[in-house]
């Protein structure tokens, strides 16, 4: 069975169809990519899965839990971690903090438990030092752990925001043009990341608009039109899809 699997889903909102009937299957460890045209319908579909929106029809399964429904705090709690297009941290807030706030937003047992069993929200509070530290290490963040994320340039933000996701220990990482805005070289570090990410064995669906990137790196592709899967498979079978070529592109087929 997938890990996660998106089952025919449709989310209207007033009469109009954001997604009609889109299935989408990703296994374990895999790097996944959602691409197509402005308005096709990405967006919606990692909102459906991290919980922001609830599809009208359809299911999604993660891990055999059914998500259809779930807010995105139960999301998070089941393993899924998303890095938002628009990015979502304190600006006031350090490097440091943003981590350490996201972890203990989604993640403690709650205040109650904590009172009662004060070793364990000590060791909880040690165990959330430690992965918030390895994942500054890891996305690179050392120089600026201490820095209000607002006096960061753009580029570092940006992967503020994906370590921010990463402080939850996802078992699936959701990343929403992560690389959107940045300088060739910016984003030539963020395809590092994302590999490595994939490498340690976390799940990576990823919206973006590079094509040249998503060609690169993903396992399979998935290409949304009008709301609706028009292709599914390797990046070169995709990338000859005449109705890929058609809608994404915009060649005649
Ligand atoms: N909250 C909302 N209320 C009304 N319509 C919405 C809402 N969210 C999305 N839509 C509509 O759903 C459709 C799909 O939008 P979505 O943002 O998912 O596309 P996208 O593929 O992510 O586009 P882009 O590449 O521009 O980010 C669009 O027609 C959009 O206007």
Redesign the pocket.
């Known amino acids: 069975m997938a890990q996660l699997q998106v089952e025919n889903i449709t989310l209207t ?1 007033g009469g ?1 169809a ?1 997604l009609s009937g889109v299935s989408l299957e990703v296994e374990r460890g895999e790097l996944v990519s959602v691409i ?1 045209p ?8 990692l909102n459906c899965i991290s919980g922001f929106y609830h599809p009208q029809r359809g299911r999604i399964l993660f891990e055999g839990h059914d998500l259809t429904r779930a807010t995105p705090h139960e999301v998070t709690r089941k393993g899924i971690a998303r890095a938002f297009q628009n990015i979502e941290l304190f600006s006031g807030l350090t490097v440091l903090e943003n981590l350490l706030l996201a972890r203990h937003t989604h993640l403690r047992y709650g205040l109650f438990g904590a009172g009662l069993f004060y070793g364990r929200a000590l060791k909880e509070e040690v165990e959330n030092r430690k992965a918030v530290e390895e994942v500054i290490d890891f996305m690179e963040l050392e120089a600026y752990r201490k820095a209000p994320v607002g006096n960061l340039p753009y580029g570092v933000r940006k992967r503020v925001e994906v370590a921010r996701a990463l402080a939850l220990s996802p078992k699936l990482l959701l990343l929403d043009e992560p690389m959107a805005g940045m300088t060739l070289e910016e984003k030539e570090d963020m395809v590092r990341f994302i590999l490595e990410i994939r490498a340690r064995g976390t799940t990576v669906v990823l ?1 973006e ?1 590079d094509l040249g990137v998503v060609m690169d790196i993903s396992d399979r592709i998935y290409v ?1 039109d009008f ?1 609706q899967v028009i292709a599914e498979g390797a990046p070169e079978a995709v990338a000859k899809n005449p109705r890929v070529q058609e809608a994404y592109l915009g060649v005649e087929a």
Do not use: C, E
Not at 38 to 45: D, M, V
């Open positions: 909102f109009l954001a197509g402005n308005g096709a319908g990405k967006t919606s579909l919206i608009h949304l709301g």
